[in-house]
């Protein structure tokens, strides 16, 4: 017969053993063969790429792609899939509430580091990049569209300069 205290335990850890680690890529991606910006580009990913989620080392998860490598993907690339394992969806989360003692919502952010002279001097162009960024910028048209379809409200306060051709 199993002991009460190692049923508890088996009780209050077994949620974490069936954590859904299930996620899809958000935008057309890299996949990368280290967690590096300059590592080895093993795959490209598409949007909406389904992938498992195998490790997080600071900003960067390790994946694996259903039939194609495992790699490395900056953590804002990827949407969890909803009913994924959180802290608080546990079936024991009004338990662990108490324990803590209250009930705080799971959040998570990113950050940029600052720049010291050193790196600011030893920097480099990176013009490939900037490419990529202004393929990605909109014309005031579609923004306004997006805007308008999320009910979005003007914030006058936010100055926008206008896009020079």
């Known amino acids: 017969m199993m ?17 859904d680690n299930s996620a899809t890529v958000k ?13 080895a580009e093993l795959a490209r990913l598409a949007a909406e790429q389904p992938v498992s989620v195998l490790d997080r080392q600071g900003g960067w998860y390790q994946v ?15 949407q969890f899939v909803k009913g994924r394992y959180q802290p608080d969806n ?10 803590r003692g209250s009930h705080q919502q799971v959040t998570s952010s990113t950050g940029v580091r600052g720049l010291d002279k050193v790196a600011i001097s030893n920097a ?3 013009f490939a990049q900037l490419e990529q960024l202004q393929r990605l910028q909109q014309t005031n ?4 569209a997006f ?19």
Do not use: C, H, M
């Not at 935008?27 to 590592?39: G, I, K, N, R, W």
């Not at 546990?90 to 324990?99: R, V």
């Not at 048209?141 to 306004?144: E, G, S, V």
């Open 3 to 19: 002991s009460p205290r190692y049923l508890v335990w088996l009780l209050l850890l077994s949620p974490v053993a069936f954590a």
């Open 124 to 126: 480099k162009a990176d």
């Open 27 to 39: 935008q057309p991606s890299p996949l990368l063969a280290q967690p590096s910006a300059d590592a």
């Open 147 to 165: 805007a308008n379809a999320a009910s979005l409200k003007a914030d006058l306060a936010i100055k926008v300069q206008e896009r020079s051709k």
């Open 141 to 144: 048209d579609k923004a306004q």
């Open 64 to 78: 694996a792609v259903p039939e194609q490598a495992t790699g490395w993907l900056r953590l804002f690339q990827l």
């Open 90 to 99: 546990l079936p024991l989360s009004d338990l662990t509430g108490l324990i």
